[in-house]
């Protein structure tokens, strides 16, 4: 499996999503700047955290219109599997890839900690080697992550449960304790938490890997099939 990693000016979480996909999971990945990108050679696209063009107008706004986007959607549109972490979900939003928008934080400070989260979908391609409703630590970095959305979507994500994590202990004021969200068709998924900073013990939590294991083991499941 191949992934390209995008990288954007401001992005400062590429080298650990490059880190976690190439060094500890063995798989082919490319630091992929957003100027020179063709996407068609690659199974899957990660979109890292960061401040984006030091998130001037809205965190995510500027490079939610770069000319890279035109191939993310054409990439999730053809079903392959998109991840965006903490910037790289405020892109999608701001994108429209993912519905709703994202806000300042409640208590409008920067955070940085780690955090318990809930499995709330576990049969994803991201998420199938977690256990439904496991608790899961994983850090988070943010200044916007407080996830809103009107009560028609969040009743819409609710119902095609498409809320794949939520937080224990709200940090941030997000609406229904949301914490990451897939879209309609399962393939691209946004999250606030750092599952590429919590890959090996030594960094205080392995929780995160599983979220990597589980897309990697779907593709293959898939190339097996369309073989």
């Known amino acids: 499996m191949k992934f390209a990693v995008i990288v954007f000016p401001g992005s400062n979480c590429d080298r650990d999503m490059y880190h976690a996909v190439k060094n500890v999971l063995g798989m082919e990945a490319d630091l992929v700047w957003h100027e020179h990108s063709n996407l068609e050679n690659y199974d899957a696209v990660l979109l890292p955290g960061g401040f984006s063009y030091g998130d001037y107008l809205r965190s995510g706004a500027i490079a939610s219109a770069s000319g890279v ?112 969200i897939i879209n309609s068709d399962g393939n691209v998924l946004g999250m606030m938490p750092h599952p590429e900073r919590a890959v090996e013990k030594l960094l205080g939590s392995d929780d995160g890997i599983r979220l990597f294991q589980s897309l990697i083991e779907n593709w293959r499941d898939a190339y097996a099939v369309n073989a």
């Open 69 to 180: 986007m035109q191939q993310i959607r054409a990439h999730a549109e053809a079903g392959k599997p998109i991840l965006g972490v903490c910037n790289g979900f405020q892109i999608l939003l701001e994108a429209g890839l993912l519905p709703g928008v994202m806000l300042p934080n409640k208590h409008l400070s920067f955070m940085c900690h780690h955090e318990a989260l809930a499995v709330a979908n576990h049969e994803t391609p991201f998420t199938t080697n977690y256990e439904q409703g496991k608790v899961i630590h994983l850090p988070i970095a943010h200044g916007e992550g407080n996830y809103f959305a009107d009560d028609e979507t969040l009743s819409a994500l609710k119902k095609n449960n498409q809320i794949v994590f939520t937080y224990e202990n709200n940090p941030n004021g997000s609406a229904a304790d949301i914490a990451g």
